[in-house]
């Protein structure tokens, strides 16, 4: 769905999951077919093995030329760069994950996921300077970036105003353990749903999936949702069309191509 300016795309994590062979996947589809046929059926896919490994530039350039125009991958950053004591060191680490290739996607590049360990917990003077080492562009091309927290210490004012302040979208995660920050602090809106299940056709219920189609839209037109938590609800971010991703993640994974098929339909994707 295009609103405005700005676009909604749901997806699920990654195009290799055994369990989907048959069921999303046609019969005797081959492998490496995979993506070509999953970036025909969602408009966007986040990328988990970046999160374990580098890459070199051919294999952006191979996804990128499997997939259709108009299509976006998210990227989760390296490990690397996020399992450290003091973040602020991580320089050299986000150089050589933006430095990998990742450009080689061209308009197909999103979002970079930055993801943190729930141990984690929030320091303003050392997570300000990681923020800091994150790069604004690489090679021409503008570099989106958001943050998984998930450590409940993250949710305060604080740490919603030094998002604010570097650009960098707070990353919304439906968990059932991890803390949910609603809080808009980028450009676009980043939500990862993760309390699906494999029993509901569609990931989640048909409820839930009306429920998250009226936030996508509502944060597409620059809007905030009324009934999600805020770290800092006395500071509104402001009201501007955002691009939305929205994920469907961990819990329910066979059946989330289904979910981000189903919540595309909603929204007039």
């Known amino acids: 769905m295009t609103s405005g300016t700005s676009k909604i795309r749901a997806g699920m994590g990654g195009w290799t ?32 093995g970046t ?8 294999t952006f350039l191979k996804w990128a030329s499997e997939s259709p125009d108009g299509f976006v991958f998210a990227l989760k950053g390296n490990r690397f760069v996020t399992n450290r004591r003091v973040l602020a060191e991580a320089g050299e680490s986000v150089e050589r994950f933006v430095g990998q290739g990742i450009t080689a996607l061209g308009d197909k590049l999103g979002p970079i996921l930055w993801q943190f360990a729930p141990t984690k917990k929030f320091d303003t003077e050392d997570f300000g300077a990681f923020l800091a080492l994150l790069p604004e562009s690489r090679d021409g091309l503008k570099l ?5 927290v998930r450590n409940a210490s993250f949710a305060v004012p604080e740490f919603v105003a030094l998002a604010r302040r570097h650009g960098v979208a707070i990353v919304y995660a439906e968990h059932a353990k991890y803390p949910a920050i609603a809080d808009l602090s980028g450009d676009f809106v980043y ?3 993760q309390t699906g299940s494999d029993d509901n056709e ?3 219920n048909e409820h839930d999936l009306d429920r998250w189609a009226e ?5 597409a037109e ?9 770290a800092d609800p006395g500071a509104p971010a402001e009201r501007k069309p955002r691009d939305v991703f929205v994920y469907f993640i961990t819990e329910g994974k066979t059946r989330a191509p289904f ?3 189903a919540l595309m339909q909603r929204v007039g994707g």
């Open 17 to 48: 999951f055994e369990p989907w062979e048959g069921s999303f996947y046609p019969e005797k589809l081959a492998k490496k077919r995979q993506l070509e046929h999953a970036s025909r059926q969602v408009p966007t896919i986040e990328v988990n």
């Open 144 to 148: 989106r970036h958001a943050v998984e």
């Open 51 to 58: 999160y374990y490994s580098g890459f070199k530039e051919p």
């Open 202 to 204: 569609n990931c989640y």
């Open 215 to 219: 936030r996508a839209k509502l944060w």
């Open 222 to 230: 620059g809007g905030a949702p009324d009934d999600l938590a805020y």
């Open 191 to 193: 939500a990862r749903l």
């Open 259 to 261: 979910g981000a098929m």
